[in-house]
């Protein structure tokens, strides 16, 4: 069970679109539609974003967007924010009942 | 609102033991998968052990060692870890959700020190 691969940091300007992509295998992200994206702040416990791919749950800026094609999804923020300098995780749920994350991706804000 | 409320962590050595704890409220805590999840110190996020309608898994690293239970009459989750390793060292978060981790505790730490 090997973790996602996810880039280590990612940057972009304010009001800037930056996308971060989450790789698994076939067995994974490949053959599920349960693949969800967390935010989490320094300090402080993760937050779901995304499931299930591209849902957002309710009180989650529309800023945030997800898709999946593959053995890959990806996380995008349009119009990158202060507020949106954090850590950022993909996972996907297995077969086996395992969800497996990635390795974490830090967003800085320029 | 969702609440999940860990406890019992703290500092151990190598090959003890220790049990956390999470009181559940503002859900139906029976109808619902609930898991563990650590967080090395300046790492990423791992899952630990789920228990759920499909029965009850367990990540490689701390199978045999980590036993996970639920008792549905008092909401509350379980960990009973064994064996502990300094690898072990992490905060350990309770998490509500099978396909996703819908809501998280705060998180308790776990030390493995001699």
């Known amino acids: 069970q090997s973790a996602l691969t996810q880039p280590a940091s990612v940057s972009g300007s304010p009001g800037q679109s930056i996308t971060i992509s989450c790789t698994g295998t076939?067995?994974?992200?490949?053959?599920?539609?349960?693949v969800s994206w967390y935010q989490q702040y320094p300090g402080k416990a993760p937050k779901v974003i995304i499931y299930?791919?591209?849902n957002r749950p309710l009180g989650v800026s529309n800023r945030f967007s997800g898709s999946k094609s593959g053995n890959a999804a990806s996380l995008t923020i349009s119009g990158l924010q202060d507020e949106d300098e954090a850590d950022y995780y993909c996972a996907s749920y297995t077969g086996s009942s395992a969800l497996l994350f990635g390795g974490g991706t830090k967003v800085t804000v320029l | 609102e969702v609440q999940l409320l860990e406890s019992g962590g703290g500092l151990v050595q190598p090959g003890g033991s220790l049990r956390l704890s999470c009181a559940a409220s503002g859900f139906t805590f029976s109808d619902f998968g609930m898991r563990w999840v650590r967080q090395a110190p300046g790492k990423g996020l791992e899952w630990v052990s789920v228990?759920?309608?499909?029965?009850?898994h367990y990540a490689d690293p701390v199978k045999g060692r980590f036993t996970i239970s639920r008792d549905n009459s008092k909401n509350t989750l379980y960990l009973q870890m064994s064996a502990l390793r300094v690898e072990d060292t992490a905060v350990y978060y309770c998490?509500?959700?099978?396909?996703?981790?819908?809501?998280w505790g705060q998180g308790m730490v776990v030390t493995v020190s001699p």
């Open positions: 228990i759920a309608y499909n029965g009850i």
């Open positions: 299930e791919v591209s």
């Open positions: 076939s067995s994974d992200i490949g053959d599920s539609k349960y």
């Open positions: 998490v509500k959700g099978l396909t996703v981790a819908s809501n």
